[in-house]
């Protein structure tokens, strides 16, 4: 039996000078190695979610633990050290003149011994294939590139958990794959347990577990599968559903009969390939 | 109002020992009217391209021309709040550039500068909120009291209220969930008939760029590489693959259906709807 890494019991949240609850009586727990993708429209709360895993916030009822710990005001710092964090814009977490500096920035603060820390620094660009860049400043980089280095300096510090919060909306589709096979590579050799908060479908396909929100509460959970067949649900809650999917209802709404429910284009493909050659 | 970029060259920190090519050799032009996407990998130079639009940078080689200005590299040029009046650039996250107290002041304050009276200035705010699918009575609130994405109605009204003839956006949806997406690019687009406006799109996503733009061009390494419409661009997936880019879903869709069943469809579809017409089309002698 798997345990959990990240747990959240019951946890209730507004912001300060707000009127109405973000998170009402969220419930959910994260194993150790699992990829969760957390999928809702804008404002739903699941971002808040991820200020709340970290600490950034705490919570107005309910308990949240990482790693075993119950995260409160003397333990964050003990928590934090499991978890690192990738923001949806890179250019307000950079702070070194160069993409090696800012990478080793993180380390310099844990106290890493030099030699450890070169070798962390090239360790981690090479990983998110900016190792060619070391000495550029970041500030000339492209948006894509930025994000890989930010990426690079959450994996130098070795956490057990990576939250991606929308870390790869502001990349392009090359772009967006490299780093969702880097973090499945990551999670399957180093068992890093993953956090991906996003709006992108897609992306959340590839994860082993999706949480709906919807307004503060968890919406739906289950495996990409389950989640899918909620069809035209997810669109009502401002999402969107897989190609596959949209393509299908399309030639139904066309008249083109077809059964079931099709995840890929292969399978969809088939099924119309295998109607028409029906006599 | 016409733009081109004529033979466009630009070198950050010119003449140091950090100097780096961006682009070179950039032409491409956007008739009045006309909305372009620019597509191009990350770091294709995207971006520097978009800087010379309103003269925030200057070519190093070449020229731009902005409707009857012609910005030319190593002349000294006078006078840009005229350039800048007439392009309105939507920045990424533009949400981050609000400053003012209230939403209304925040709007005012482009056309303002620009020498715009501040009760016509109040005007525009009040018909630009409406515009972009917010109520008037936001326009007293202070701005970082919303949401983000109305933050970004807002700061893309204040683009508006500047009354530019051409509109680029850089990657204007990113971050916004699926339907707030949609009800963006469709705002742009209904803006772009109505008003005969000139639109100019960076994007990475070949669905927008496919669907909105009459033209598509394509930069890869400082290089513009291509250029043509959607369904030229996008009717040779492996052309595109050596510049790091694909095709719609839509057309992957179409390829493999037509790799399965052997059966050629005359043209690239864009939409699904069109894609689900040349099928019935093409399997009309068959029972489905």
Known sequence: MKKPIISLDSITFRYPNSVHDVLKQVSFSIHEGEWVAIVGHNGSGKSTLAKLINGLYFPENGEIHIAGIKLDNSTVWDTRKHIGMVFQNPDNQFVGTTVQDDVAFGLENHGVPYEDMVKRVIGALKQVKMDDFLNQEPHHLSGGQKQRVAIASVLALRPDIIILDEATSMLDPHGREEIISLVRQLKEVQGLTVLSITHDLEEAAKADRIIVMNDGEVFQTGTPDEIFKLGDELVKLGLDLPFPIKMANTFKEQGVPLQGQYLTEEELVIELWTSHFKK | ?288
């Open chain 2, 1 to 288: 109002m016409d733009i081109s970029l004529q033979k466009v060259e630009y070198r950050y920190a010119a003449g140091s020992p950090f100097e780096k090519l961006a682009i070179e050799d950039v032409s491409f032009s956007v008739p009045s009217g006309q909305y372009v996407a620019i597509i191009g990998h990350t770091g294709s130079g995207k971006s520097t391209v978009l800087q010379h639009l309103n003269a925030l940078l200057k070519p190093t080689a070449g020229s731009v021309v902005i409707g009857d200005r012609t910005v030319r590299a190593g002349r000294k040029e006078k006078e840009l709040k005229s350039i800048r009046q007439k392009v309105g650039i939507v920045f990424q996250f533009p949400e981050q550039q609000l400053f003012e107290e209230t939403v209304l002041k925040d709007i005012c304050y482009g056309p303002m500068n620009f020498g715009v009276s501040e009760e016509e200035a109040k005007n525009r705010a009040e018909y630009w909120i409406e515009e972009v699918g917010l109520s008037r009575e936001i326009l007293n609130q202070s701005p970082f009291d919303l949401s983000g994405g109305q933050m970004r109605r807002v700061a893309i009204a204040g683009v508006l209220a500047m009354q530019p003839d051409l509109i680029v956006l850089d990657e204007p949806t990113a971050g916004l969930d699926p339907r707030g997406r949609k009800e963006m690019m469709d705002m742009f687009y209904r803006l772009h008939k109505e008003r005969n406006l000139s639109m100019i799109l960076v994007t990475h996503s070949m669905e927008d760029a496919s669907v909105y733009a009459d033209k598509i061009v394509i930069m890869h390494k400082g290089k513009k590489v291509h250029e043509g419409t959607p369904r030229e661009i996008f009717a040779d997936a492996e052309k595109l693959k050596q510049w790091d880019l694909s095709v719609p879903e839509v057309v992957h869709f179409q390829r493999l259906l037509e790799h399965k069943t052997g059966i050629l469809f005359p043209v690239v579809c864009l939409t699904m709807e069109e894609l689900v017409a040349q099928w019935k089309q093409l399997s009309g002698g068959h029972p489905l």
